[in-house]
């Protein structure tokens, strides 16, 4: 069965701090992977998915099939970041599976 | 383009009860998964539409039950309410079946069991 580890539920960092939050699959195939982030009373969103490859507001993902982890990464955390972050796991014909997330907090 | 739309916003039930949670989708998606998503967890998958078909289940009971019509919006219906069915229940739509690259979600209905 598919699953999707997010260690940490709440991350705190300073303003202009690097960030990185973790996310490990368990899933024996090829997956999609995919950040989706929460803002403050908005609703869930894609952030970035790994085979776009791209950065998105800073943010970056490098899925590592070896270490069977997609974890997210920004070089200077701002104020803006903070938010609700759900790491998830797509195969085949199966829906969405997310992690439990972590809560980001960047301190000023 | 529209988004995704769900309603209501708020709902308390009492156990027992039934309820009825709507979701319109995106323009142009033709797939709608619904999720529920109990405090301090990620969402959990309880099923998907594509086509008015149900196409794929999670682990829940077959009290919550769904529907799809030919524009694509949704239903979720959940019989027989208990306690622990409290939670923010999000629906998403997407293009195509099964297999989801984006999904849009809407802002949620936070059903409240007393």
């Known amino acids: 069965a598919q699953r999707v580890t997010q260690p940490e539920k709440l991350l705190s960092v300073f303003k202009g701090a690097p960030v990185e939050l973790k996310c490990n699959y368990s899933y024996s195939g090829s997956p999609e992977l995919f950040w989706y982030v929460q803002y403050s009373r908005q609703r869930l969103q894609l952030l970035l998915r790994?085979?776009s490859r791209e950065s998105i507001k800073g943010f970056t993902a490098d899925l590592n099939k070896g270490e069977t982890s997609f974890h997210l990464k920004k070089p200077f955390a701002q104020e803006e970041d903070s938010a609700m972050y759900y790491c998830?796991?797509?195969?085949?014909?199966?829906?969405?599976?997310f992690g439990k997330g972590t809560r980001l907090s960047v301190i000023a | 383009e529209t988004g995704v739309t769900q309603s209501p916003t708020h709902l308390i039930k009492t156990r027992g009860q039934q309820v009825t949670l709507r979701c319109s989708s995106q323009?142009?998606?033709?797939?709608v998964s619904w999720y529920q998503q109990a405090l301090g967890q990620g969402p959990q998958f309880i099923f998907q539409y594509y086509r008015e078909e149900e196409n794929g289940r999670g682990n829940f009971p077959p009290r919550f039950s769904g529907l799809q019509f030919p524009n694509y919006s949704s239903e979720l219906n959940v019989n027989a309410l208990e306690l622990d069915d409290s939670a923010l229940y999000l629906c998403?739509?997407?293009?195509?079946?099964?297999?989801?690259?984006?999904?849009?979600f809407g802002q949620g209905t936070r059903l409240t069991v007393v």
């Open positions: 790994h085979i």
């Open positions: 998830a796991l797509n195969s085949g014909n199966t829906p969405l599976v």
């Open positions: 323009s142009g998606h033709n797939t």
């Open positions: 998403a739509s997407s293009r195509g079946r099964g297999a989801v690259t984006e999904a849009f």
